[in-house]
């Protein structure tokens, strides 16, 4: 029962891994700073909308409003490509979990069966990672392996991450469980569904 991101091994069907394994270092690296460069990020900006608003304020001819203003603006639009930036470098982190995902789907032929998944409710592990408990239901008669990507959303509802775990040898008429992990520190506040799943 594993859970695949952009770090993971090469293409060729399902590739076994600990839950607990180490991630990779890049992606995953990546998107660590950018969860804490967008939270530092953004207290920088109201950081500096306060002092912007305190010095034009209490102006009394001793201190230039209008120079402090102008500081102010050019901390916040500093701040703001800072932001960009990260925005853009979590767009790169979600394209490669995404092309991690296909990738590993592509080599899997089986039936599609979103509806016989149920999730959990996601959590943050101890490293930090976010993780949600999958349950899949074999209503066939004979033992099948299942193939689910699972999504990862943030609270305004913008996909952040998606990973693929296989629940193997789930018996006839019977259910099985996996943990899906993501590939990197999350905000919080996710939720979690199911973007697809294959019975094989």
């Not at 069907?13 to 394994?21: A, C, F, L, Q, V």
């Not at 608003?53 to 500081?71: F, N, P, Q, R, T």
């Not at 960009?84 to 991690?100: I, K, L, N, Q, Y």
Request: aromatic fraction near 4%; include cysteine.
């Amino acid at each position: 029962m594993d859970a695949y991101g952009p770090e993971d091994g090469p293409r060729g069907g399902p590739e076994r891994k600990s839950d607990g394994g180490s991630a990779g270092a890049g992606p995953a690296r990546r998107a660590g700073r950018w969860g804490r460069g967008v939270r530092a990020a953004a207290v920088t900006v109201a950081v500096a909308g306060l002092a912007a608003a305190g010095l034009a304020g209490c102006s009394d001819g001793s201190v230039d409003g209008g120079g402090a203003a102008s500081a102010a603006a050019s901390a916040a639009a500093s701040v703001g490509a800072q932001l960009s930036a990260a925005a853009s470098e979590a767009g790169e982190v979600f394209s490669s979990a995404t092309a991690a995902a296909k990738e590993k789907l592509d080599g899997i032929t089986g039936d599609e069966v979103k509806g016989s998944v149920t999730l959990g409710t996601p959590a943050t592990n101890a490293d930090g990672r976010t993780t949600v408990e999958v349950t899949v239901a074999n209503s066939t008669g004979e033992e099948k392996s299942f193939a689910v990507q699972v999504l990862f959303k943030d609270p305004t509802g913008k996909d952040v991450d998606t990973v693929v775990l296989t629940v193997d040898d789930v018996p006839a008429n019977g259910t099985g469980k996996g943990t899906a992990r993501s590939t990197h520190e999350l905000p919080d506040g996710v939720t979690a569904e199911v973007a697809t799943a294959l019975r094989y």
